[in-house]
């Protein structure tokens, strides 16, 4: 699986962005997308996520009531429609998936990231 962003950018504060992942190559035993950041200095957190299995999704909660993601069922895509952003938003956002691959006799979950995309939001 092979995962590729795009959408981030340059944005005031107040403004609006919106990011979107691509899986490609096996996406069949993916089992979750999602989206983290790292922020200068800190570590990377969670951001959102969403199930394949049944759309739920999880937010931090920095970012519930701004921040949506949403996914196209055909196309194995996500989406992260991020408003009312913060200087305190910016970072690099990496998307990343839950890969269920062969090993030996059974099967292990890989965690499959992006290259990452860059948000700065400006005071």
């Known amino acids: 699986v092979q995962l590729v962003e795009s959408g981030g950018g340059l944005v005031q504060a107040g403004g609006f962005l919106r990011l979107s992942c691509a899986a490609s190559g096996s996406t069949f035993n993916i089992d979750a997308m999602g989206w983290h950041r790292q922020a200068p200095g800190k570590q990377r957190e969670l951001v959102a996520s969403?199930?394949?299995?049944?759309?739920?999704?999880k937010y931090a909660d920095s970012v519930k009531g701004r921040f949506t993601i949403s996914r196209d069922n055909a196309k194995t895509t996500i989406y992260l429609q991020m408003n009312n952003l913060q200087p305190e938003d910016t970072g690099v956002y990496y998307c990343?998936?839950?890969?269920?691959?062969?090993?030996?006799?059974?099967?292990?979950?890989?965690?499959?990231w992006g290259q990452g995309t860059l948000v700065t939001v400006s005071s």
């Open positions: 969403i199930s394949i299995d049944d759309n739920s999704t």
């Open positions: 990343n998936a839950g890969d269920w691959v062969p090993a030996g006799m059974t099967r292990r979950r890989l965690e499959v």
